[in-house]
């Protein structure tokens, strides 16, 4: 029977099923499996799998830790050894519901799964027998300590949810423009990464939306499950089916049919269910779900956050000092002010296991992760390739990568990356925020006074490098120079000791 695309009733919300439910289920299924390996317990113990690792895989996305890599190795040969045991079982049910009647065909593709069956059947109890319990266990209490760095329901957790949706999104567009299997079976995958997000990470809005994408994910099912049951009947040769009537593949593309425009009457037109997902994250909200997202990645890989932060702090502070003189235009792009704070904010993150040095790995890590809600890819690349030359050697004609960027792209690089530079030399110098920043136009160039810092030889070295990068790409000298006076003054103030109460000893 076709379903239509009707609004899905809301229900009420549920328990919620996050990973240490799945972790934890999964511990129990496995054990089950191993006494008594049910049709049901596998099923059960395969759902329980896929959720854990799609929490990894998204969660990695913004916590490159090991414990996440470890625990999608520990489950991968035990889910894919349950999933062949459970395809061989689908296909034997769509060989009985597309054809109850006896047939030759179907009779020696069913002797044939029963015999890939217990071969299948074997690998997977034998890895069961060898799943690591005691560690994944271990595992369990690791990374949901670690899941509190995207608070359930929280920005950080609408952005992640948000992103599969629009990667989803897009398989969608793709699989419509056809009707091969390949994309289809993209799209799938594609919507059921979102499910499994919005389930861990969004319980309200699943409570709402969860019907719909289950409706949508089973069809997309059916419409896999009959593109390999096709290349199935395909093994038999012709010859050995010769006394088969029925038309196998005139069934199947009926069928198939028929489930494509299920899901397209799902998908299209006012009550499309891509509009009701995208009703749980509003436009509006996009660039704060994504700047939640990058103080998570922030909070996971950055061994020193109040580092990274003051020199956001610093870097914000020159970019409002600098706009107030008119030097450059650029300082009034709201789009470059945020790349800016994006690129500060990550300029101390560690990507684990890359033999890389620390940019050249954050630079590959964030331009490996999805694009932010709200940011262009160009944005995005700019904000990585900013930290990347956020100190060291500047890019030059062996940076074979960089050279391949557009004159453009090369030019607001160098930009942002001459800021960071002086913001990171200004807050090793003891500068803690913009507020002890002035800059002030002269005839032969900028100053930029600073309160709070020492005016040292070893200072006015550090200066003198930081500031080179900025000074070329503005076309301007920058004179650094701490205020001595002002910076007495704050010290003076900074040492005031205000009055202690007086303590009344009342003598009896």
Known sequence: MMA?????????????????FWMKRTLEEVAELRANATEDTLHDLRVALRRCRSVASTMAEIDPHPDWEEMRDGARELFRALGKWRDTEVMEEWLKELHAEEDLRKRLVLISLAATEETVRKKALNSAGRFDAKRWSELMHSLQSRMRLVPIDGDAARCLALERLEEAKELHRRAMRTEKDKPWHALRIGVKRFRYTVEALMPEAHAECGDSLKRVQDVLGNIHDLDVLAELLKTVPEQQAAGSGFDWAERIDRERHDNLQTYRQLA????????????????????????????????AMDPKPARSLAITRIALGLWSQFRTTAVDGRFSDRTGRRVLEAAAKLSGIHAPGRQRTREKSARTFLLEAPVPPGWSFAEWERAAWTIRFQRGAEPGSRNKRFSKLSAEQQREILFLSGILRLAAALQKS????????????LPQGLLLRLVGVEDSPGNAARFAEAKKLLERNLGKTLLIQPDTVLTEIAKAESKIVSPQPISIVRSN
């Open 4 to 20: 239509h695309a009707v609004p899905f009733p809301s229900r009420a919300l549920a328990e919620h099923r996050g990973l240490a």
């Open 430 to 441: 003891g500068v803690t925020s913009g507020s002890s920043l002035r800059v002030e136009t």
């Open 268 to 299: 299209l037109g006012n009550v499309s269910v891509w509009h009701f997902w995208e009703k749980a994250f509003r436009r509006e909200s996009w660039q704060k779900y994504a700047k939640a997202r990058i103080g998570a990645t922030r909070k």
